[in-house]
């Protein structure tokens, strides 16, 4: 019984670094990587985002990683926006993103589907 119980969390434990490793991909395909390590980022990677969130295609903790990675990579110089002009723009979504999954219950997120899908129409759907 007890190596049983153990299989059990073994193999739990196994399926959950399979699912954070293909998160893992899955961010990694989602940003614009460039050849030295620096990343660039598109309005229309801002959309992606967004478009995955509004469809439940990714989790509002993934687009919060999304954002978290970018603001790693401005903190070290290593994020640039594709166009200088949109860089305010490109940087408020950023800080969104990095909050979208504030909860004010164990069952409530601070903003709700609609609240999202609003901010993004009101500056992003361009």
């Avoid at 469809?55 to 993934?62: L, Q």
């Avoid at 790693?72 to 305010?88: G, R, Y």
């Amino acid at each position: 019984m007890k190596h049983l119980i153990i299989q059990v969390i073994l193999d739990r434990y196994a399926q959950n670094l399979i699912m954070e490793l293909k998160h893992i991909i899955y961010l990694i395909r989602m940003g614009n990587i460039l050849g030295n390590g620096d990343m660039k980022i598109f309005l229309s990677d801002v959309q992606q985002v967004f478009s995955g969130l509004l469809t439940h295609k990714i989790s509002r903790e993934e687009a919060e990683e999304w954002a978290r990675i970018r603001m790693n990579a401005l903190d070290h110089n290593e994020l640039f926006f594709d166009l200088p002009t949109e860089e305010k723009l490109l940087w408020k979504a950023i800080i969104y993103l990095s909050g979208v999954a504030l909860k004010i219950s164990p069952e409530e997120y601070m903003e709700d589907d609609d609240g999202i899908k609003e901010m993004f129409n009101t500056y992003w759907s361009k």
